[in-house]
Nanobody
Framework: QVQLVESGGGLVQAGGSLRLSCAAS????????MGWFRQAPGKEREFVAA????????GYADSVKGRFTISRDNAKNTVYLQMNRLKPEDTSVYYC????????????????????WGQGTQVTVSS
């Protein structure tokens, strides 16, 4: 059974940093592209960042480019999201997602493109 478990969320002041982790099990992690999405109350889930199976290719939403960094450690079956210079508008539940890519270098930005989802971790940024 595939499981994605996010951690690292919390309350932080504007300008601060958080590092989210997503530990995967039940799948061959190194053959999956991974993504981070977020969803604020009353809003649709939106793309934040994504990474190819090898980590060699990454992509970001314009709203987080230059502030957030996605990375992965295939030996630990874990993907990370380093979030710096946080803003109140970054407040959301953050979800990680996995998509089988069979070693393609592609990463994905749409929710429907992903096969598995975690339960989410809350990030709250106070002003």
């Amino acid at each position: 059974q595939v499981q994605l478990v996010e951690s690292g969320g919390g309350l932080v002041q504007a300008g601060g940093s958080l590092r989210l982790s997503c530990a995967a099990s039940g799948l061959t992690f190194s053959s999956y592209a991974m993504g981070w999405f977020r969803q604020a109350p009353g809003k649709e889930r939106e793309f934040v960042a994504a990474i190819s199976w090898s980590g060699g290719s990454t992509g970001y939403a314009d709203s987080v480019k230059g502030r957030f960094t996605i990375s992965r450690d295939n030996a630990k079956n874990t993907v990370y999201l380093q979030m710096n210079r946080l803003k109140p508008e970054d407040t959301s539940v953050y979800y990680c997602a996995a998509r089988s890519t069979r070693y393609s270098t592609t990463w994905y930005t749409k929710t429907r493109e992903y096969d598995y989802w975690g339960q989410g971790t809350q990030v709250t940024v106070s002003s």
